[in-house]
């Protein structure tokens, strides 16, 4: 069975940090493009914060640049989130999702994780 598993999440003060953990069953991260997206209040349309590829190449939205930092363990088969200097906007359930490499359009994921909740409280 193909899974995604977020772990991670919790309730944090402002200003301060957390390390979300993606981890992958059934298939392997190597050849996939694996992205953390978030739903929360006015955010449903955001979309991927993150995406790293298995080159080792991320891009990031502009408004987490710089804060947040997409990493991946294709040996571990798991891809991290960290997040620093949270704010409370950032309050959110995230997900990571995937989808191949090959049929990577900059947009859509076919694989997606049950989501884990960041509260940012100030």
């Known amino acids: 069975e193909v899974r995604l598993v977020e772990s991670g999440g919790g309730l944090v003060q402002a200003g301060e940090s957390l390390r979300l953990s993606c981890t992958a069953s059934?298939?392997?991260?190597?050849?996939?493009?694996v992205g953390w997206i978030r739903h929360g209040p006015g955010l449903e349309s955001e979309g991927a914060l993150c995406v790293s590829m298995s080159d080792g190449m991320a891009n990031y939205m502009a408004h987490v640049n710089g804060r947040f930092t997409i990493s991946r363990d294709n040996a571990g088969n798991t891809v991290y989130l960290q997040m620093n200097n949270l704010k409370t906007e950032d309050t959110a359930t995230y997900y990571c999702?995937?989808?191949?490499?090959?049929?990577?359009?900059?947009?859509?994921?076919?694989?997606w994780g049950q989501g884990t909740q960041v509260t940012v409280s100030s």
């Open positions: 999702a995937a989808v191949a490499e090959n049929e990577y359009d900059g947009d859509k994921f076919d694989i």
């Open positions: 059934g298939f392997n991260f190597d050849g996939y493009a």
